[in-house]
């Protein structure tokens, strides 16, 4: 407990040296809230295990290790650092260490009117820096999530999009977050995603490192506005190296007649803590929430999902499906809430998770909170082995006990991906699950 | 006479969660006919199917199946269905997430495989599938589905037939396959069975209906009830058995 209090304190002192550093140079109304946002951290405190929403994810670890928040400039990589990480051609912004890498990110190539930068940049030009205002730090709930918190009071960087209205972005844009593991570096990436009104757009996120050596911790947020009628599809790939430490939310908010697709791949980091949190904020916008976890070793990831209906004739499709092997541990919790008034919802939640071993353990919570009555509202969740009845059923076709459990595996998986549009994307992440669950070609 | 028995089962005792379900089951199938398997609800046929295929919860207690003269039991599922034995579910089993042309070509190259046969690539597969799939009057749209997956009961018992076709084994045991269907996909079932049927392979044709048996003629009809083959008999007992029922048959049975 002391532990965890200390380590609270050091980033208390982190962020007065922080503030009074020239690194952190910002807007005031951003001053203003990051002090704000270290005032509420330091309330909150990490969490335990013995509030709710942490009961099956210790964040000790973190808590006591001593993480960095490094002063000096980040170090130059070469483009071969970042190379297998990159999916196609389209525009990138790279982060490292949670600062914009200019020499590795390509932003320029992007279609007249669609602003890519570094989200430093855009906070020191005047016209991009009054649209951030209007958004930025406005939907991640740093007033409840400590982490959440103190990622808002160290923004200082990340990426920042901005798509007009009616504008496409025709290739999907990436964005790579990478760590270099130097000096055990916490960084704290910010990204704001603004689609504008009738606009559409395809956002690739992948979380890296570049060294498999000493422990890192990256705690990101980023924040996602899909305008009215905008069609959004957003990937995330987390892939950081077993040592390392993930936590990061992902806040989006969705007006009328709006469509966001959120597909996620988590297959890194020793401990992973991802909380996708989706409002529904206009009439007939549509959500869809993919996602799948793959987890060996000793890894440790938790998803916790928020979607808020809170306007009428709101669709929202969540399907998470996890495979579990060796010693992991995988958790899911899914929450809905039905505002009053939000009638006619129609919301599905599935959750499947495949245990390959016998100490793997995964936990499914589903949580609907219904406050109209005029809703559809389904959801299941199943945690198992391998089904005996599939299982027979394959080999009663002639093929072999382990052939037809990679090919059941790897269907929990495929499941997931079937419903990523992005060819290009898709293939990559086909490859990164084939890679892990180590089946053959298709 | 022997050399073309395909399948010899002999006194073929099974039990599932403890329960005797088969008690003395004889059957002899050569290469060439086609043998359809009546009887009640519960009487232990689709049992027999599955433990002809390798069904991992039923237990056999008694006796002994020869395919091809070699013992059945001896070699695990894949082997048998590689050796050319197929059984057409009357439950089909749905996969999320493996598309059917994934799964069926997975299994056509674990059966080439084990021939010594090359595998077929995706494009070479997919030619060979478009013939088959004329036949059952199916268009390509199934191959992307996930196996059975939100499919039809009737569509279910058609993929099987599918199936059947791509895989062609030496001993089909069809369980119910034609139950469900609308009558043009009977037909067509019917007909695809038909095709098949070579002198060096065998149908078991296990049925609630004459009507199947209206369109492949067996050679002969056999009764399952209470866990035993007790009456066999040529086409003509099949049209017995639908104006009578089962209960004089029984009593036959207790009486004997
Ligand atoms: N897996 C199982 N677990 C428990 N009981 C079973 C199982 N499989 C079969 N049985 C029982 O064994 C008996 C025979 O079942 P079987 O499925 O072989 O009948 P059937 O002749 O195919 O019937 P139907 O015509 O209804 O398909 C039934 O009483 C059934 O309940
Ligand atoms: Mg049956």
């Not at chain 1, 964040?59 to 490094?70: L, N, W, Y």
């Not at chain 1, 007649?257 to 007939?284: E, P």
């Not at chain 1, 391998?386 to 090919?407: F, K, N, W």
């Not at chain 2, 083959?229 to 036959?252: H, M, N, Q, T």
């Amino acid at each position: 407990m002391s532990d965890v209090a200390s380590g609270t304190e050091r980033y208390l002192a982190d962020f007065r040296a922080f503030a009074h550093n020239g690194a952190a140079v910002a807007p005031a109304w951003l001053k203003e809230i990051r002090e704000s946002a270290i005032a509420r951290f330091a309330e909150l405190g990490f969490p335990t295990t013995k509030q709710e929403e942490w009961r099956f994810t210790s964040v000790a670890a973190i808590a006591e290790t001593r993480f960095t928040h490094p002063a000096s400039p980040i170090p130059q990589l070469g483009p071969r650092a970042i190379e297998p990480f990159l999916i196609g051609g389209g525009p990138r912004v790279v982060i490292v260490d949670g600062h914009y890498a200019a020499e590795l990110s390509t932003a320029s190539s992007t279609p007249k009117g669609v602003r890519v930068s570094s989200l430093a940049a855009a906070l020191r030009t005047d016209g991009d820096s009054a649209l951030a205002r209007g958004h930025l730090t406005r939907y991640a709930r740093w007033q409840e999530s400590p982490f959440a918190a103190l990622n808002t009071a160290f923004l200082v960087d990340g990426a920042f999009v901005h798509v007009p209205a009616d504008a496409t972005l025709e290739q999907p844009l990436e964005i790579l977050y990478l760590a270099t593991g130097r000096e055990r570096t916490v960084s704290h990436p910010r990204t704001l995603v603004v689609v504008e009104r009738g606009a559409r757009a395809a956002i690739v996120e992948t979380f890296a490192g570049v060294a498999e050596g000493g422990p890192y911790w990256t705690n990101a947020v980023s924040e996602v506005v899909v305008g009215q009628g905008a069609h959004v599809e957003l990937y995330r790939v987390q892939r950081q190296g077993p040592e390392s430490f993930q936590i990061a939310t992902t806040q989006s908010r969705q007006e009328r007649d709006s469509f966001l697709g959120v597909h996620v791949l988590t297959l890194g980091a020793g401990l992973a803590r991802h909380d996708i949190n989706a409002v529904l904020d206009g009439a007939g916008a549509e959500l869809i929430l993919n996602g799948l976890y793959l987890l060996n070793g000793a890894q440790h990831a938790d998803h916790h999902t928020v979607i808020d209906h809170a306007q009428p004739r709101c669709a929202s499709h969540e399907f998470f499906n996890g495979v579990v092997g060796e010693r992991a541990h995988g958790v899911f919790n899914g929450r809905i809430i039905v505002r009053p008034g939000a009638q006619r919802t129609d919301s599905k939640q599935t959750n499947n998770n495949l245990l390959l071993s016998t100490e793997a353990r995964a936990d499914s919570q589903p949580q609907l909170e219904i406050y109209a009555d005029d809703v559809k509202c389904t959801h299941g969740s199943t945690v198992g082995p391998i089904d005996p009845m599939q299982l027979y059923y394959l080999r009663s076709r002639g093929l072999s006990p382990e052939t037809a459990r990679g090919i059941l595996t790897y269907g929990f998986g495929a499941e997931i991906l079937g419903r990523m549009r992005h060819p290009e994307v898709r293939a990559q992440m086909d490859r990164l699950v084939r890679e892990r669950l180590g089946e053959g070609r298709a | 006479m022997t050399e073309n028995v395909l399948l010899q089962v002999q006194d073929l005792h099974a039990t599932v969660e403890g329960r005797e379900v088969l008690r003395g089951v004889d059957l002899t199938v050569r290469a060439g006919e086609v043998h359809a398997i009546m009887g009640p609800n519960g009487s232990g046929k689709s049992t027999l199917a599955q433990v002809l295929a390798g069904h991992p919860a039923y237990t056999v207690t008694a006796g002994r199946v020869l395919y091809e003269g070699k013992d059945l039991f001896g070699m695990p599922p894949e082997e048998r269905a590689r050796e050319g034995v197929f059984l057409a579910f009357q439950y089909p089993v749905a996969i999320r997430g493996i598309t059917n042309a994934y799964f069926l070509r997975s299994a056509v190259n674990a059966i080439r495989k084990h021939r010594g046969q090359e595998e077929l690539g995706p494009v070479e597969f997919m030619d060979a599938l478009e013939a088959k799939l004329e036949v059952i009057g199916w268009d390509s749209s199934y191959l992307t589905r996930p196996v059975n997956d939100g499919f039809s009961g009737g569509e279910k018992k058609r993929n099987e037939i599918l199936q059947l076709a791509v895989l062609d084994p030496k001993l089909a045991i069809l369980d119910e396959t034609d139950s469900g269907l609308d009558i043009d996909a009977l037909k067509t079932v019917a007909q695809t069975v038909d095709k098949l049927r070579r002198p060096d392979n065998a149908t078991i044709l296990v049925t609630h209906y004459y009507r199947i048996l209206t369109h492949i003629a067996p050679d002969v009809v056999h009764v399952l009830a209470g866990g035993r083959i007790v009456k066999s008999g040529g086409k003509e007992l099949a049209l017995e058995l639908e104006e009578k029922g089962y209960d004089w048959l029984r009593e036959e049975a207790t009486v004997a």
